[in-house]
């Protein structure tokens, strides 16, 4: 395998086997049950209180750039959380910085619920989400330090199928607090999950990097970790394809509503019933990877496919509108086809980055999780920016996207070389 950095005690004979004997099926189900949970809650902060902008402003006397400027701050948060989190969880070890960020969460929710003014607001969402990007980063980390072999892809098939929902979820639990409270319930409620997740996170997640497997040398040896990652080719790869198909999806969650609703006229109820249908389509991907995976076919496989299959719902998607022109069956088909792709490129990637950089976990977890979300926030604005008088440029925007993962699969991750898989020994390869 190939080492890090001389100074890192993390890389040692032992760095391609868990931490600790793996736990029992009962125990690993309950462990993973709640990291998939902890999964969730950042994806759910981030849709739960959007029904409630008009009154937001209403109630703060704030502009809608204002509020929605309060969105971007909870994602830059989870951006910059991830970064710093899953690294210095190396040196630290991950259960005191979960309990530490998942406390935070139910805290800055808590302010944001008594905000009196946006400024007070946008602050603490910033806070929140570097509060909850703890469960995001250490879960997969986590994973990575507990189980190895068939297990890994199965159970980030799992987190992939609960980041598929919680989109799904998110608006209608907001929507039904906001039926009977204001949006501040809205917060009081991320504050009371928060609080059960830190429960959840005490009573049944053990600590899962013992201080024999921790970096040394400090925060310098730490952080220079992932510098090293990011000069590994197959590893950026795969964090490239991860991000780039996750800037395809942001841009569809943040058009789809405009397309569906603006362009053709279906109710807002018939939207939530096409976004579900698209969300299945992911849930099931993750399903049928999972069972590929545990029968031995290669992830780099699952992956070229998952690619293989957003990028053909892309074009097929601006093939049938700059042809046809718009169409609700054509644009719910294509729509389907990607997001089930896509299905396949969350766990595939996020099982071969976690194996190719476990000897530093928390700094692999941590370029996988930070630089999706990041490519995700800067593409959300660009649909609307392109014109709302067609749903061709969310189409080109995703086109676009998923073209670059086909790049940089084929650049820079070469799936034919097997770097990552669970067998053969690739794991440490550049």
């Given at each position: 395998?190939?080492?890090?950095?001389?100074?890192?005690?993390?890389?040692?004979?032992?760095?391609?086997?868990?931490?600790?004997?793996?736990?029992?099926?009962?125990?690993?189900?309950?462990?993973?049950?709640?990291?998939?949970?902890?999964?969730?809650?950042?994806?759910?902060?981030?849709?739960?209180?959007?029904?409630?902008?008009?009154?937001?402003?209403?109630?703060?006397?704030?502009?809608?750039?204002?509020?929605?400027?309060?969105?971007?701050?909870?994602?830059?948060?989870?951006?910059?959380?991830?970064?710093?989190?899953?690294?210095?969880?190396?040196?630290?070890?991950?259960?005191?910085?979960?309990?530490?960020?998942?406390?935070?969460?139910?805290?800055?929710?808590?302010?944001?619920?008594?905000?009196?003014?946006?400024?007070?607001l946008?602050?603490?969402?910033?806070l929140?989400?570097?509060?909850?990007?703890?469960?995001?980063?250490?879960?997969?980390?986590?994973?990575?330090?507990?189980?190895?072999?068939?297990?890994?892809?199965?159970?980030?098939?799992?987190?992939?199928?609960?980041?598929?929902?919680?989109?799904?979820?998110?608006?209608?639990?907001?929507?039904?607090i906001?039926?009977?409270?204001?949006?501040?319930?809205?917060?009081?409620?991320?504050?009371?999950?928060?609080?059960?997740?830190?429960?959840?996170?005490?009573?049944?997640?053990?600590?899962?990097?013992?201080?024999?497997?921790?970096?040394?040398?400090?925060?310098?040896?730490?952080?220079?970790?992932?510098?090293?990652?990011?000069?590994?080719?197959?590893?950026?790869?795969?964090v490239?394809?991860?991000?780039?198909?996750?800037?395809?999806?942001?841009?569809?969650?943040?058009?789809?509503?405009?397309?569906?609703?603006?362009?053709?006229?279906?109710?807002?109820?018939?939207?939530?019933?096409?976004?579900?249908?698209?969300?299945?389509?992911?849930l099931?991907?993750?399903?049928?990877?999972?069972?590929?995976?545990?029968?031995?076919?290669?992830?780099?496989?699952?992956?070229?496919?998952?690619?293989?299959?957003?990028?053909?719902?892309t074009?097929?998607?601006?093939?049938?509108?700059?042809?046809?022109?718009?169409?609700?069956?054509?644009?719910?088909?294509?729509?389907?086809?990607t997001?089930?792709?896509?299905?396949?490129?969350?766990?595939?990637?996020?099982?071969?980055?976690?194996?190719?950089?476990?000897?530093?976990?928390?700094?692999?977890?941590?370029?996988?999780?930070?630089?999706?979300?990041?490519?995700?926030?800067?593409?959300?604005?660009?649909?609307?920016?392109?014109?709302e008088?067609?749903?061709?440029?969310?189409?080109?925007?995703?086109?676009?996207?998923?073209?670059?993962?086909?790049?940089a699969?084929?650049?820079?991750?070469?799936?034919?070389?097997?770097?990552?898989?669970?067998?053969?020994?690739?794991?440490?390869?550049?």
């Open positions: 395998m190939v080492a890090l950095s001389s100074g890192q005690k993390a890389v040692s004979r032992d760095a391609d086997t868990p931490s600790s004997a793996q736990p029992s099926k009962r125990a690993a189900t309950v462990l993973v049950v709640v990291l998939a949970a902890l999964t969730a809650v950042a994806p759910l902060a981030i849709d739960t209180y959007v029904p409630g902008f008009p009154s937001m402003g209403a109630s703060l006397h704030a502009s809608s750039s204002a509020v929605q400027l309060t969105m971007t701050a909870f994602l830059a948060g989870l951006v910059v959380g991830q970064l710093v989190i899953g690294p210095i969880s190396d040196g630290l070890g991950r259960r005191g910085l979960l309990v530490s960020g998942t406390a935070g969460f139910a805290v800055f929710s808590l302010v944001c619920a008594v905000a009196p003014n946006i400024t007070v946008t602050g603490a969402r910033f929140q989400g570097v509060a909850g990007a703890a469960g995001m980063v250490l879960a997969r980390a986590v994973i990575t330090d507990r189980f190895h072999g068939p297990d890994i892809p199965r159970y980030f098939a799992l987190l992939s199928q609960i980041l598929g929902v919680a989109p799904i979820a998110g608006p209608v639990l907001g929507g039904a906001l039926s009977v409270s204001t949006w501040r319930a809205v917060f009081v409620t991320l504050a009371v999950v928060g609080g059960a997740m830190l429960l959840a996170v005490l009573r049944k997640v053990p600590e899962t990097l013992p201080p024999e497997r921790r970096q040394t040398g400090g925060l310098t040896n730490t952080f220079r970790a992932m510098g090293e990652l990011l000069g590994r080719r197959t590893f950026m790869g795969y490239l394809v991860l991000a780039l198909c996750s800037a395809a999806m942001f841009a569809y969650i943040s058009g789809s509503s405009f397309v569906f609703e603006g362009l053709h006229g279906v109710s807002a109820t018939t939207y939530s019933l096409i976004f579900a249908s698209n969300a299945v389509g992911m099931l991907a993750g399903a049928l990877f999972a069972q590929l995976a545990a029968r031995g076919v290669r992830l780099n496989t699952l992956l070229t496919a998952g690619v293989c299959t957003a990028a053909f719902g074009l097929a998607q601006v093939v049938l509108v700059a042809t046809l022109g718009e169409t609700l069956a054509g644009t719910w088909a294509t729509l389907f086809v997001m089930t792709g896509i299905g396949m490129v969350y766990p595939s990637t996020t099982s071969l980055g976690q194996t190719l950089g476990r000897a530093a976990t928390g700094a692999a977890s941590a370029l996988l999780g930070g630089v999706q979300f990041l490519f995700g926030a800067l593409t959300s604005p660009l649909v609307g920016i392109f014109g008088d067609s749903s061709l440029p969310m189409a080109v925007i995703m086109l676009i996207a998923v073209a670059g993962a086909g790049v699969l084929v650049g820079l991750a070469r799936p034919w070389e097997g770097r990552g898989e669970m067998a053969g020994g690739a794991e440490g390869a550049q």
